[in-house]
């Protein structure tokens, strides 16, 4: 068992075909009634898509889906290691968990995920929740129908968490959400070793799916409904560099982009040191591609990001922006930035600030740092109180809010093609849909509209969405 270089091979694939068989057999002979799985999902949409991965191989196997936990005959819960809150969330519900087995004893409770990929963290689960039946990593989420075939005839716990470098596995049945939106993996692992963070120590190394598999699932998701397409990697720039192919990431859009059809193109996320202005051409060029950049760019002082691992200053940042500017015509721009760096001290801090205010991000995602156990920066000295650190964070809140706000008002009075994505739970505006450039807008109208292209005139805006009326549907 194993894998093949950097792909699984289709004999294993294949054996965990049959194992979904095996289940499904063993399933229907043991009574009338469908057996029902609860998935949970937490983190980033690289886990969402390991989730539709997971339900594609629980449908496969028989089970329906159920939302209340009591009544789930099977749970997973996959889960996110990147901050301590993620992690905290995960084990209290995993600990709430008990009264449900006690209810029902034959319950089998899965855990799979980043967090289950960290050594501490599956020998806390072995040690200390003893309710939990299997445990495994994102590198043999493949192998799940195996595990359940285990669970279901030998019975005993399993633990999957073997450190490893990461494999891809094409081929695997998926469970997508209705349309218009769909993920789709391009490239999973990373190899960039940021000096606070977890992702590569539990998702291994960088390794880019062949084109002609990602060209064949998205002309497959075009002609099945789907709009909105969003290409998922932790660092799509460095796309193609592990394949024995010459093709990198622009090529990748080109070759996207001339695909049939009337839908959009998005991808999460990039990294400033392998963004490049030939990048920037290739999105203002592909008129299916959206005009969305998502460049985090973590802190605004040299000494932090050089402490960080990043591999670039600010100034080649501020740079990389006004290129990006320049080429892409009515650029949404929008970032991530970590407050509390050990050793970053306030004035270094205020360096973020001046990167706020020169590059005025449409939005910003905003952490407060979190130690995560194994990485370097969670070795180094932290002087800085919590409550400096709070105090930071909120000045940083404040002043991106008030660019937000601005930036959104300024679409007050445009008249824009948004794609209606789903239901607002607002009264008035009770459509949400996006802007080329991934603003939400909220609007009125029929829910039939949903998975379509309208004509939106933008009438107010707040800091967090716009709202506007429909002027033409495309139908
Ligand atoms: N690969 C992506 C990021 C994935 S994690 C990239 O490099 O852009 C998403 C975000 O979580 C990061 O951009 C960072 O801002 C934040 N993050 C990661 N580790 C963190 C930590 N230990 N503490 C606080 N925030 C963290
Ligand atoms: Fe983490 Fe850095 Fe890799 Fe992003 S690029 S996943 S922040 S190590
Ligand atoms: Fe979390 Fe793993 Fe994604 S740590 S952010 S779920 S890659």
Not at 24 to 49: H, I, M, W
Not at 274 to 279: G, T
Not at 413 to 434: F, I, K, M, N, Q
Request: net charge negative; hydrophobic share 35%; aromatic share 6%.
């Amino acid at each position: 068992m194993g894998a093949c270089g950097t792909v699984i091979s289709e004999g294993d694939l294949q054996q965990q075909m049959e194992y979904i068989e095996r289940v499904r057999a063993l399933l229907e002979s043991g009574g009338a009634k469908k057996p029902t799985a609860f998935v949970d999902t937490y983190g980033c949409q690289q886990n969402e898509a390991d989730s539709e991965r997971i339900r594609g191989m629980l449908r496969q196997m028989g089970y329906d889906f159920t939302t209340e936990e009591e009544a789930a005959d099977v749970i997973v819960i996959n889960t996110c290691a990147v901050r301590a809150h993620a992690e905290q969330r995960v084990l209290g519900n995993v600990g709430a968990l008990t009264h449900t087995k006690r209810n029902n004893p034959k319950q089998i409770i899965c855990l799979c995920g980043c967090m289950m990929q960290e050594s501490h963290m599956a020998e806390k689960i072995r040690t200390s929740f003893r309710h939990v039946d299997i445990v495994f990593g994102p590198h043999a989420l493949w192998r799940f129908p195996e595990l359940l075939h285990q669970k279901l005839t030998k019975g005993g716990r399993m633990f999957e968490t073997a450190p490893s470098d990461g494999a891809i596995a094409e081929g695997l049945p998926v469970l997508r959400n209705k349309p218009p939106k769909a993920g789709v993996i391009i490239m999973q692992g990373c190899n960039n070793f940021c000096s606070y963070c977890i992702v590569p120590h539990v998702r291994g190394r960088e390794h880019s799916r062949m084109p002609d598999q990602i060209i064949k699932e998205v002309e497959g998701l075009v002609q099945s409904g789907y709009r909105d397409i969003m290409l998922l990697g932790q660092n799509v720039n460095s796309y193609g560099k592990d394949l024995a192919l010459s093709i990198d990431f622009s090529d990748l859009l080109r070759q996207l982009n001339a695909i049939e059809g009337d839908f959009i193109l998005r991808f999460m996320t990039s990294h400033p040191k392998d963004a490049s202005p030939r990048l920037f051409q290739t999105m203002a060029e592909c008129e299916k591609v959206e005009n969305h950049l998502h460049l985090p760019f973590q802190a605004g002082n040299d000494r932090v990001l050089r402490d960080m691992n990043r591999g670039y200053t600010r100034e080649a940042y501020l740079e990389l922006v006004r290129q990006a500017k320049q080429r892409i015509p009515d650029l949404v721009l929008t970032s991530d930035v970590i407050v509390g760096f050990p050793g970053e001290t306030t004035e270094e801090f205020e360096d973020t600030l001046l990167v706020l205010k020169e590059v005025e991000f449409d939005a910003l995602f905003t952490f407060i740092y979190s130690p995560r156990e194994g990485t370097p920066a969670s070795r180094k000295e932290d002087p800085m109180p919590k409550a400096q650190k709070q105090v930071n964070f909120q000045r940083l809140l404040d002043l991106q809010n008030e660019i937000s706000a601005r930036k959104h008002q300024a679409y007050v009075g445009r008249t824009l093609r948004v794609l209606v994505d789903g239901e607002s739970g607002e009264e008035t505006y009770h459509l949400s849909a996006r802007t080329t450039g991934g603003r939400l807008v909220h609007l009125s109208g029929s829910r039939n509209l949903i998975g379509t292209f309208v004509t939106a005139k933008i009438t107010s805006a707040s800091t967090w969405a716009l709202f506007g009326e429909i002027e033409e549907t495309q139908r």
